[in-house]
């Protein structure tokens, strides 16, 4: 078998090939390419061909001192920030309880797992009518509710809060799935290693420092890449829950919006603040997984 993988390698992996080119890696060097022109979705101004319409790195300059760019960039590092620390607490957390159950932990890893599978725009548009409606007017808007807590009244017409709000609904979309894979990591945990540590007399919280969490680094590693990189690519709830409304742009929507700011509008300047999205994605997936790793290797 490992004869017949080897004479016939490149003939089994050319469909693959074939389709990673055409469909990720020519589209993605056009469009850096036409990041450095005057396109204008349907033509090339000043010029008939992508060369003479060539503008160098006028495009991206207009990126980096663009305010809506800029804020759009702040609104990102803000809303990964807290939707990062969120899912990392709640997931884990999930975990650890569906450990300690011992009947129906199935069901409950279903019921915590389902939010994931429901879209991003009807989820949005179901948490709008809670926060709207039920935070505002029945559990935090004060007068006849059952609480008064301003920062969840009327959350989706103020930028921070609106922020936290979609902070909110990505946890707990997100938080089932990334559970699913601490979930994996705590089940290649040796329970002999748990015996151990009870016969020694270790309280709870030694044994998670000591032999829960850095056995978990792998699962770790996965659940930050994973959780990094679809916060930094959110579109749907965003559109779902403000469409950018009150200065609440994310990265995402600030590059689809962008070809609307402008008449006729600019997709070369659009196409530059993808190229900077996709290189600040991948530095900082990169970065932290990099060191994950190396805090892996050092156990």
């Known amino acids: 078998?490992?004869?017949?993988?080897?004479?016939?390698?490149?003939?089994?992996?050319?469909?693959?090939?074939?389709?990673?080119?055409?469909?990720?890696?020519?589209?993605?060097?056009?469009?850096?390419?036409?990041?450095?022109?005057?396109?204008?979705?349907?033509?090339?101004?000043?010029?008939?061909?992508?060369?003479?319409?060539?503008?160098?790195?006028?495009?991206?300059?207009?990126?980096?001192?663009?305010?809506?760019?800029?804020?759009?960039f702040t609104n990102s590092l803000f809303f990964t920030g807290i939707s990062l620390a969120a899912v990392l607490v709640s997931s884990l957390g999930f975990a650890l309880l569906i450990g300690m159950v011992r009947k129906a932990a199935g069901f409950y890893r279903a019921v915590l797992f389902l939010p994931n599978l429901l879209g991003g725009l009807a989820l949005g548009y179901i948490w709008s009518f809670l926060f709207e409606i039920v935070y505002t007017r029945y559990l935090f808007g004060g007068e006849g509710a059952l609480l008064n807590v301003p920062f969840f009244a009327n959350m989706l017409q103020s930028r921070w809060q609106a922020l936290t709000a979609m902070a909110i609904v990505t946890t707990w979309q997100m938080a089932g799935y990334m559970m699913m894979?601490?979930?994996?990591?705590?089940?290649?945990?040796?329970?002999?290693?748990?015996?151990?540590?009870?016969?020694?007399?270790?309280?709870a919280m030694q044994r998670f420092r000591h032999i829960t969490a850095p056995l978990l680094l792998p699962s770790f590693t996965i659940v930050l890449f994973l959780t990094?990189?679809?916060?930094?690519?959110?579109?749907?709830?965003?559109?779902?829950?403000?469409?950018?409304?009150?200065?609440?742009?994310?990265?995402?929507?600030?590059?689809?919006?962008?070809?609307?700011?402008?008449?006729?509008?600019?997709?070369?300047?659009?196409?530059?603040?993808?190229?900077?999205?996709?290189?600040?994605?991948?530095?900082?997936?990169?970065?932290?997984?990099?060191?994950?790793?190396?805090?892996?290797?050092?156990?």
């Open 228 to 299: 990094l990189a679809n916060c930094f690519k959110m579109l749907d709830v965003n559109v779902a829950l403000t469409e950018g409304s009150f200065n609440t742009r994310l990265l995402a929507y600030q590059i689809l919006r962008v070809t609307r700011d402008f008449s006729p509008p600019d997709y070369g300047q659009a196409q530059a603040q993808a190229v900077i999205f996709f290189v600040l994605i991948a530095g900082v997936t990169l970065l932290q997984v990099s060191l994950t790793k190396r805090r892996e290797v050092a156990l």
């Open 1 to 72: 078998m490992q004869q017949y993988y080897r004479r016939y390698f490149w003939f089994l992996t050319a469909p693959a090939v074939l389709l990673f080119v055409l469909v990720i890696a020519l589209p993605f060097l056009t469009g850096v390419l036409y990041s450095f022109t005057a396109w204008r979705g349907t033509y090339f101004a000043g010029g008939k061909s992508v060369f003479e319409s060539f503008v160098g790195l006028e495009n991206y300059r207009a990126t980096l001192e663009s305010v809506d760019f800029r804020a759009a």
């Open 181 to 203: 894979i601490f979930i994996t990591g705590l089940n290649n945990i040796p329970g002999s290693l748990y015996e151990a540590a009870d016969i020694d007399g270790c309280t």
